[in-house]
Every structure is written in structure tokens, then in C-alpha cells.
């Protein structure tokens, strides 16, 4: 399994901008992709974001697209989430999460290493 911990949360204002960080630990980073996904408050976790093991290739659920960034830098055993243009509902605690194979996708049973969370609130 893989080591993760996630930094960056806070609060902002609507239209503002965060950048989440995952660092992680315990296995060959640039083997394995990434993702990241959110909790809300009294609602299931959902995919956020994806990014393959070179960051070559990212997918993004259509809820994010266009305003969020999905980034890895293999050399910092480090995965990232620039979030802009923030709304009221993206406020969730974040999760970053590395599956069990190469391979991650938007299935959550597919991983197997979870952070322990960052909270994102955003304020209207």
C-alpha cells in the first residue's frame, strides 16, 4: 500500500482558487496513477479528478472540468489539484487516493490508498 497525505485545504471565497498537495510514500510513485476525490457534507464520495502514472493523460468529472487541474510531479512523489473559479458546492473534504494497480479510473474500489483528507469550504 501507499502511503498519502494530503495539505492545502481552507476556506475561500466563490470564484477563488486552492491548490491541493498529496505526497506520497511507500511504493514507486511513477508506477501507479492517481486521483483524487470529495466527500460533501451528507453525500456519498465522488471522483473528482484522475492522472495517469506520467501524467500524460487526465479525466475529470464534468462537475470540475475546465475549472480544475490535476497534476503530478513523480519527482516529488507529489500529486496535485489546482482548483479555480470555486463555488459553494465544491466544499467537501478532498481525498487523494492511489489504486491498487496502475491503473485508477473514476471507480472508487479500485483503490485501495486513501489520504486522510483535506477540508475545501468555499463561501457564497
Known amino acids: 500500500q501507499v502511503q498519502l497525505v494530503e495539505s492545502g485545504g481552507g476556506l475561500v471565497q466563490a470564484g477563488g482558487s486552492l491548490r491541493l498537495s498529496c505526497a506520497a510514500s511507500?511504493?514507486?510513485?511513477?508506477?501507479?496513477?492517481m486521483g483524487w476525490f470529495r466527500q460533501a457534507p451528507g453525500k456519498e464520495r465522488e471522483f473528482v479528478a484522475t492522472?495517469?502514472?506520467?501524467?500524460?493523460?487526465?479525466y475529470y468529472a464534468d462537475s470540475v472540468k475546465g475549472r480544475f487541474t490535476i497534476s503530478r510531479d513523480n519527482a516529488k512523489n507529489t500529486v496535485y489539484l489546482q482548483m479555480n473559479s470555486l463555488k459553494p458546492e465544491d466544499t467537501a473534504v478532498y481525498y487523494c487516493?492511489?489504486?491498487?494497480?496502475?491503473?485508477?479510473?473514476?471507480?472508487?474500489?479500485?483503490?485501495?490508498?486513501w489520504g486522510q483528507g483535506t477540508q475545501v469550504t468555499v463561501s457564497s
Open positions: 487516493a492511489a489504486p491498487e494497480s496502475y491503473y485508477g479510473g473514476t471507480d472508487q474500489s479500485k483503490y485501495n490508498s
Open positions: 492522472i495517469t502514472w506520467a501524467g500524460g493523460s487526465s
Open positions: 511507500g511504493r514507486t510513485f511513477s508506477s501507479y496513477a
